[in-house]
């Protein structure tokens, strides 16, 4: 997990207890062989504060879930980083996710992940919003790849790693293109493939800014 400042936020907005961040989250799950006893399961998550203009990544290896578990558990895990009360938009791709939280599907099976997840949505002002896989949404992408990473290497992607990692996001609107980022990315999994590690990383938070983070407490 990691953090990035963009940009300064100058916008004088009331008193830390006031104060609600914006968040944006962007999240994806990835299971290589869904369903086989061996899979391996990852998610990964792009967590804006639109207020602080702080990003913040998630990259976690969650084991052998199925897809439909791994799609809940990515935005789980990405919520479980909120430290304060946020005002939040998950993006997904997962229909299931999306539906079922819309209140369109009922929670019949995966009862434990469903729990977990609207658990993790107290406090919070939560709306969901679906969009296409693949579709060029590059914050998305990013989650994607992050998630794909993660279930390839069997293991969290290392602070030091995501902190790299986020300065190619730094400079870029959600427009910009993801082979950069790709490119880094699969240099950062190379090296836990020679190494066959397997780490669980601690959060490193940046705390400078004129708003309280999002992502601490």
Same mark, same amino acid.
């Given at each position: 997990?990691?953090?990035?400042?963009?940009? %300064?936020?100058?916008?004088?907005?009331?008193? @830390?207890?006031?104060?609600?961040?914006?968040?944006?989250?962007?999240a994806d799950?990835?299971? /290589?062989?869904?369903?086989?006893?061996?899979?391996?399961?990852?998610?990964?998550?792009?967590?804006?504060?639109?207020?602080?203009?702080?990003?913040?990544?998630?990259?976690?290896?969650?084991?052998? $879930?199925?897809?439909?578990?791994?799609?809940?558990?990515?935005?789980?895990?990405?919520?479980e980083? /909120?430290?304060?009360?946020?005002?939040?938009?998950?993006?997904?791709?997962?229909?299931?996710?999306?539906?079922?939280?819309?209140?369109?599907?009922?929670?019949?099976?995966?009862?434990?992940?469903?729990?977990?997840?609207?658990?993790?949505?107290?406090?919070?002002?939560?709306?969901?919003?679906?969009?296409?896989?693949?579709?060029?949404?590059?914050?998305?992408?990013?989650?994607?790849?992050?998630?794909?990473?993660?279930?390839?290497?069997?293991?969290?992607l290392?602070?030091?790693? /995501?902190?790299?990692?986020?300065?190619?996001?730094?400079? @870029?609107? %959600?427009? $910009?293109?993801?082979?950069? $980022?790709?490119?880094?990315? %699969?240099?950062?999994?190379?090296?836990?493939?020679?190494?066959?590690?397997?780490?669980?990383?601690?959060?490193? /938070?940046?705390?400078?800014?004129?708003l309280?983070?999002?992502?601490?407490?």
């Amino acid at each position: 997990m990691s953090v990035i400042r963009l940009a %300064e936020n100058k916008s004088g907005i009331g008193t @830390a207890d006031e104060y609600t961040p914006l968040v944006r989250i962007y999240a994806d799950a990835s299971c /290589l062989r869904n369903g086989a006893i061996d899979s391996s399961a990852g998610c990964g998550a792009v967590m804006v504060d639109h207020n602080r203009q702080e990003i913040k990544l998630v990259a976690k290896y969650l084991g052998q $879930f199925t897809n439909q578990q791994a799609e809940i558990l990515a935005c789980t895990e990405a919520l479980e980083q /909120l430290h304060r009360s946020c005002r939040v938009e998950i993006v997904s791709d997962s229909r299931y996710v999306i539906d079922t939280m819309a209140g369109l599907n009922r929670m019949r099976t995966n009862r434990q992940f469903w729990t977990r997840l609207v658990k993790a949505c107290y406090g919070h002002h939560v709306s969901w919003r679906w969009v296409n896989g693949h579709s060029g949404v590059a914050f998305q992408e990013v989650a994607d790849r992050l998630a794909r990473s993660s279930a390839r290497v069997c293991s969290d992607l290392l602070a030091e790693d /995501l902190e790299q990692l986020s300065g190619h996001l730094s400079s @870029a609107t %959600e427009q $910009f293109d993801i082979r950069d $980022f790709e490119l880094e990315l %699969e240099k950062v999994v190379s090296r836990y493939e020679v190494a066959h590690q397997s780490f669980v990383p601690t959060s490193q /938070l940046d705390r400078i800014g004129t708003l309280p983070s999002a992502f601490s407490a």
